[in-house]
Structure formats: structure tokens, C-alpha cells
């Protein structure tokens, strides 16, 4: 149980260093500097390596070891595209199942959401909006297609922390349509919610690839 704890918590570090961009895509993360900088033997960082590599924060290569991957512009519009599909699924599975003790949850996060926004903390936003959207799945009963989406969250994260860096449009945007999201599936109006929902990715997924293609040489 130490060990799975011990891998676990690198697992938690290294992936959060991916997305705050500690770590940058390209990077080599070298196994035998982490397992010093953390205090721990090699096999813990090995397993943390392998998961993220399965999560596609990381390429492992023969010969080569990890580096931190990157995502093309198809890459990143793919997976808005998978997200625009399999999370509208689970929000009409979930929002007639939410309780009013959820909504309670859900309203603290928005909160945060908005302390965010004012203070301009992108990387506190990302945490949050994929805490978020979870949050309104939580009672979908669909434990593989939440897997994916949950994967597909923290692998968007990457992309639209530098995006909103630099766009509190898109941000304030994003937090007003949070909240007309949840307003709709307290009000019990699911059909009017999942397609919000799908609207509401398909946007954000377009406004990245604009912005990511604008930064191409």
C-alpha cells in the first residue's frame, strides 16, 4: 500500500508540473533525477512514467526514455471532438441523478471559479473546471466513458491554460456558461442542458484551435 501510495503521489506531482508547464513539452524527464529530487527508489517514477504515457502526458521511447509529449492542432481538435460527444452522454445520464447536497459542492466550485477568474489564476481555473464538469457526471454510471473524459480533461487542460493566459474574454465566457450549465440541469431541464453542454465544448474547443494556429510559424 506505501509503494502504490508512494507512485501514486508522483504520478499526482509529475502530471501537475505537465500542466502548469514546469515540465514543457519536449522535456526529458529522466528517471533517475526524479527518483533523487523525490527521495525514492526508480521503480515508483517508472510506474508514474508508465501511467502518464497511458494518460498521454508522456512518450517513452527505446533508448530514449520519457519526454513530456505534445499535441498537435489535430490532436487538440480531435479531442474536443471526442469530448463534444461522450460528455454530453454522461451529463443525461448524471443531471436527473444530482442531489441537492451535489448542487451544494457545485456551488463552491463555481465560487472558487469566479475568486479564480478575478485573481487571474489559470492554473487554479484548469483544476477547477475539470473538477467541475466530473462533478455533473458523478452519477452517470458510466465508469469507462468517464475514464475518458476525465483523461480528455486534464489533456485539454494543457492547451487551454495558455489560451486563457492571455484571453479573460474567453475566461469570463466560460464561467458564465458554467453557470447557465448547472442553473439548467437544477431546474431539472436536461434536454436543454446536454446540447448547452455539447455547444459549450464544441466553442472552447474552437477558440483553442484558432489560437493554437495562430501561434504556428
Not at 501511467?51 to 492542432?73: C, D, M, N, W, Y
Not at 448542487?103 to 487571474?120: P, Q, T
Request: contains cysteine.
Amino acid at each position: 500500500m506505501a509503494h502504490r501510495t508512494v507512485a501514486g503521489a508522483l504520478l499526482e506531482e509529475i502530471r501537475r508540473r505537465i500542466l502548469d508547464g514546469s515540465f514543457a513539452a519536449g522535456s526529458q524527464l529522466r528517471q533517475d533525477t526524479l527518483a533523487e529530487e523525490f527521495g525514492v527508489s526508480r521503480i515508483p517514477v517508472r510506474e508514474a512514467l508508465f501511467q502518464l504515457e497511458a494518460e498521454g502526458f508522456v512518450r517513452i521511447l527505446p533508448h530514449k526514455g520519457a519526454t513530456v509529449s505534445s499535441l498537435s492542432v489535430e490532436d487538440v481538435a480531435e479531442a474536443f471532438e471526442l469530448r463534444a460527444l461522450l460528455e454530453p452522454r454522461l451529463l443525461r445520464h448524471s443531471a436527473p441523478r444530482l442531489t441537492e447536497s451535489d448542487y451544494e459542492a457545485i456551488d463552491v466550485v463555481l465560487a472558487d471559479y469566479s475568486r479564480a477568474l478575478r485573481e487571474r489564476d489559470t492554473a487554479r481555473w484548469g483544476e477547477l473546471n475539470t473538477t467541475l464538469h466530473l462533478m455533473l457526471y458523478q452519477h452517470a454510471g458510466k465508469p469507462r466513458t468517464a475514464t475518458l473524459v476525465t483523461s480528455l480533461l486534464q489533456e485539454c487542460d494543457r492547451y487551454t491554460r495558455l489560451q486563457l493566459s492571455s484571453d479573460l474574454e474567453s475566461l469570463e465566457r466560460a464561467d458564465s456558461e458554467h453557470r447557465e450549465l448547472v442553473q439548467l440541469c437544477r431546474a431539472g431541464d436536461v434536454r436543454a442542458a446536454v446540447p448547452f453542454l455539447k455547444q459549450h465544448v464544441e466553442h472552447v474547443g474552437e477558440a483553442l484551435v484558432a489560437f493554437l494556429r495562430a501561434r504556428q510559424p
